[in-house]
């Protein structure tokens, strides 16, 4: 959803902050934080909007506000293409080699929930974890759906394919952090989301970075 290349900030999140800040007015600047500071970096004033893939939770809305959640996700793995009707029915038995997650995420939650007994591997981004199922130094990769199918049109050459785990269903809405006392840019954020979601911006720029998006 958001990654760096090279010295570029680039992916979905990126595009659409460039986006909400043209329909603002706004000159946007990028700042780099570890995922867990995320919500500290915001609460102390440091940045003005956490635009990362962030799923809404009771726990996060305790401490910070959202907009209005702009897409809803659900978990996928990505495996080898070899491997891939290996899981169907007992992933936990046949996930030998450990699950690639990130850490202090859903899916990290979920494994932790789910399937317990798994031994978890931890990357710092998508594509690390994509590199090792190719070298087959774990079995699946889990993470939230645009970033499992944007990694899959990259390592399709390589190997590497979508798939369902059996598991229950885990529908997630990913909305803007706000701080809960600047109310002018949650009601920016909201009128931008409306605006873009109607005109089909929105899809347009998931479409761009997620070409099996649906």
Known sequence: ????????????????????????????????EKWEKLIDALSENRIDIIMSSMSITPARQYRIAFSNP??????????????????????AAQAKRGFGLKQGTTSDFLVRQEFPTVERKYYKTGEQAAEALVDKDIDVFLSDAPIVWHLAGRYEVKGLVVIALPMPSYDELLGWGIRRGDTALRDSANAFIAKAQASGALNRIYSQWMPGFR
């Not at 702009?70 to 992933?91: G, I, P, T, W």
């Open 70 to 91: 702009y897409l809803k996700v659900s978990q996928l793995a990505l495996c080898r293409d070899e491997d891939k009707y290996a899981f169907v029915l007992n992933v």
């Open 1 to 32: 959803m958001i990654f760096k290349d090279g010295e570029q900030i680039t992916g979905v999140e990126a595009d659409l902050a460039q986006a909400l800040g043209k329909e603002l007015g706004r000159r946007v600047v990028f700042v780099e």
